[in-house]
T-cell receptor, first 114, second 114 residues
Framework: DTEVTQTPKHLVMGMTNKKSLKCEQH?????MYWYKQKAKKPPELMFV???????INESVPSRFSPECPNSSLLNLHLHALQPEDSALYLC?????????????FGQGTRLTVV | AQSVTQLDSQVPVFEEAPVELRCNYS??????LFWYVQYPNQGLQLLLK??????LVKGINGFEAEFNKSQTSFHLRKPSVHISDTAEYFC????????????FGIGTKLQVIP
């Protein structure tokens, strides 16, 4: 199994909603990442988890809350988002938390905030 | 800190013609270099990477890239493109050793014309 699975593929939410994005990998990777990608832009790193501990937070607003329940799962909890938060949210994993020498990316969750 | 410049935002090319996508980087330390491909509504897939050793790196789908330290370049090439190569291509860089954040270029849209 060499996949990173993200659910849901598409999500539409209101600014007062609470929702969660989920990411799962079964490759034994110990580092997992959340990226945000706006249209026609490169991915921007949001968070890095290494050995289930948050190691990097790229000054992301608190309305985004990551969680790593175990070594295979990574969640991103969303609350009180703004329309400008609409983007493709990508999860990735790599064997070690070295920034992604061989990072595997999921297909992303396309989020629309209305 | 590192930075990446992709000089062309769009590259149209006829099917079966060769293509080169340009990437230049800047860094005060040794770097690792990557090319990722993103198909529409998909996540990123690693095409190839340069960590050390031979400066000519071969990747998947017939792509190759050459690391040129003196010109700080890592251009991506393919001798004959197919319609299926139409996608966004991102060059990325990170500092060598330990955890280092991966920095992506703005991307080059390769449009293969039948």
């Amino acid at each position: 199994d060499t996949e990173v699975t993200q659910t849901p593929k598409h999500l539409v939410m209101g600014m007062t909603n609470k929702k969660s994005l989920k990411c799962e990998q079964h490759m034994g990777h110990r580092a997992m990442y959340w990226y945000k990608q706006k249209a026609k832009k490169p991915p921007e790193l949001m968070f890095v988890y290494s050995y289930e501990k948050l190691s990097i937070n790229e000054s992301v607003p608190s309305r985004f809350s990551p969680e790593c329940p175990n070594s295979s799962l990574l969640n991103l909890h969303l609350h009180a988002l703004q329309p400008e938060d609409s983007a493709l949210y990508l999860c990735a994993s790599s064997q070690e938390g070295t920034g992604g020498d061989r990072a595997f990316f999921g297909q992303g969750t396309r989020l629309t905030v209305v | 800190a590192q930075s990446v410049t992709q000089l062309d935002s769009q590259v149209p090319v006829f099917e079966e013609a060769p293509v080169e996508l340009r990437c230049n980087y800047s860094s005060s330390v040794s770097v690792y270099l990557f090319w990722y491909v993103q198909y529409p509504n998909q996540g990123l897939q690693l095409l190839l990477k340069y960590l050390s050793g031979s400066t000519l790196v071969k990747g998947i789908n017939g792509f190759e890239a050459e690391f040129n330290k003196s010109q700080t370049s890592f251009h991506l090439r393919k001798p004959s493109v197919h319609i299926s190569d139409t996608a966004e291509y991102f060059c990325a860089v990170r500092g060598a050793g330990g955890y280092q954040k991966v920095t992506f270029g703005i991307g080059t849209k390769l449009q293969v014309i039948p």
